[in-house]
C-alpha cells in the first residue's frame, strides 16, 4: 500500500454515542467551558458575573473528541453540548472560532435541541441558520461558527472538520459576530 506524505496511516475504529446525554463516553478529549470561561462574550457582562457568582460557576458547553491526527486528509469529529440558558436575555453560545487554515469547512448535525449557528465572515457577512433535531448546517470555508441554544434542553449536534483546520478564537474575539441572539418573552430575536 502507497501512502501520501503528510497523512498518517492509522487503523479503522467505531466510537459510541450518546445521543440523549450529548456524550461521546470513551472519547479521549473532553473540552469543558464554564460560564468563567465565556467572560467578554456576552453583551451583559455584569450578569454573566452573577451567574458565576449566583450558580456556582454553571457548565456551559462540553465536547467530546475521539482525535485523530491532524492532518490534510482525515476528518475530525466531535459531540458538542450546549446546555440552555440565558445570560441577561442573550442566549447561552459557544465561543465561536474561525478555522486556522481557513479554507476548511465543516458540517454540524443536529442531534437534539434547538438553536442557531450565526457565522460572518472577516468582510462583513452575516448568517445565521436554524439548528434543530435532524437537521444538518453547513458551514462552509472562511466562516467563523457560534452555535446558539435558544430552546430549553441541550443543543447537542455531531460535527465533522477536514482535521488539519485548527481553531483561531482570536480574531472573532475582537470583531465579534454582528449580531446576537436574544430571547425575550419566550421570543427569538437576532439583532
Ligand atoms: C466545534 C466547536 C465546538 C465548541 O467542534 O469547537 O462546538 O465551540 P468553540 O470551539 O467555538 O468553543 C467546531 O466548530 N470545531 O471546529
Ligand atoms: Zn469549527
Known amino acids: 500500500m502507497q501512502?501520501?506524505?503528510?497523512?498518517?496511516?492509522i487503523e479503522p475504529f467505531t466510537v459510541e454515542i450518546d445521543?440523549?446525554?450529548g456524550e461521546m463516553p470513551r472519547a479521549k478529549h473532553h473540552i469543558v467551558r464554564r460560564a468563567s470561561d465565556m467572560r467578554g462574550h456576552y453583551a451583559d457582562q455584569e450578569a454573566l458575573e452573577r451567574l458565576i457568582a449566583d450558580s456556582g460557576d454553571p457548565v456551559h458547553y462540553e465536547v467530546f473528541?475521539?482525535?485523530?491526527?491532524?492532518?490534510?486528509?482525515?476528518?475530525?469529529?466531535?459531540?458538542?453540548?450546549?446546555?440552555?440558558?440565558?445570560?441577561?436575555d442573550e442566549c447561552f453560545m459557544t465561543k465561536g472560532h474561525y478555522h486556522t487554515v481557513v479554507n476548511t469547512g465543516e458540517t454540524y448535525l443536529c442531534l437534539r435541541g434547538?438553536?442557531?449557528?450565526?457565522?460572518?465572515?472577516s468582510d462583513?457577512?452575516?448568517?445565521a441558520q436554524p439548528m434543530v433535531?435532524?437537521?444538518m448546517v453547513y458551514v462552509p470555508p472562511y466562516w467563523a461558527h457560534r452555535s446558539v441554544n435558544t430552546g430549553d434542553e441541550p443543543l447537542v449536534s455531531y460535527c465533522v472538520y477536514g482535521a488539519e483546520a485548527g481553531h483561531n478564537y482570536g480574531d472573532i474575539e475582537q470583531e465579534g459576530f454582528?449580531?446576537?441572539v436574544y430571547r425575550r418573552s419566550g421570543a427569538v430575536e437576532i439583532v
Open 3 to 9: 501512502t501520501v506524505a503528510g497523512t498518517s496511516f
Open 178 to 180: 454582528i449580531k446576537r
Open 124 to 127: 462583513g457577512r452575516f448568517n
Open 133 to 135: 433535531r435532524d437537521r
Open 65 to 88: 473528541e475521539v482525535p485523530v491526527p491532524e492532518e490534510y486528509g482525515h476528518l475530525m469529529y466531535c459531540i458538542s453540548t450546549l446546555q440552555p440558558g440565558t445570560v441577561g
Open 19 to 21: 445521543v440523549n446525554r
Open 114 to 121: 434547538e438553536g442557531y449557528m450565526i457565522m460572518k465572515t
